[in-house]
């Protein structure tokens, strides 16, 4: 099981970006799902999160900016950015609690990184 980050890049301050998260290989169901954030000389911090069932979880600097989504057929999770900010500036991850068969337990796997840079 893999996951691939991709959709970061350069964007001016009150712009958007859509981050996509690909879960491949033997993939029997995500269970929860969530974006994280690193930005330099801090520790990775959650940005939102996702259960199997759509219920989502925000850090209180990005409510009402951003929005995670999933579409389970595709196996993928969406993070929406919207009115970036400078301080949103980071390396963001994917993290998926992945079962790889209906009798097996669920074990987390993390994606490679994206960078988002906000800068005029």
């Known amino acids: 099981v893999q996951l691939q980050a991709c959709g970061g890049g350069l964007v001016q301050p009150g712009g958007s970006l859509r981050l996509s998260c690909v879960a491949s290989?033997?993939?029997?169901?995500?269970?929860?799902a969530g974006w994280y954030r690193q930005a330099p000389g801090k520790q990775r911090e959650l940005v939102a999160s996702?259960?199997?069932?759509?219920?989502?979880n925000y850090a209180d600097s990005v409510k009402g900016r951003f929005t995670i989504s999933r579409d389970n057929a595709k196996n993928t999770v969406y993070l929406q950015m919207n009115s970036l900010k400078p301080e949103d500036t980071a390396v963001y991850y994917c993290?998926?609690?992945?079962?790889?068969?209906?009798?097996?337990?669920?074990?987390?796997?993390w994606g490679q990184g994206t960078q988002v840079t906000v800068s005029s």
């Open positions: 993290n998926a609690d992945i079962m790889k068969w209906s009798w097996s337990k669920p074990n987390n796997y």
């Open positions: 290989g033997s993939i029997f169901k995500i269970n929860a």
């Open positions: 996702i259960t199997s069932g759509g219920s989502t």
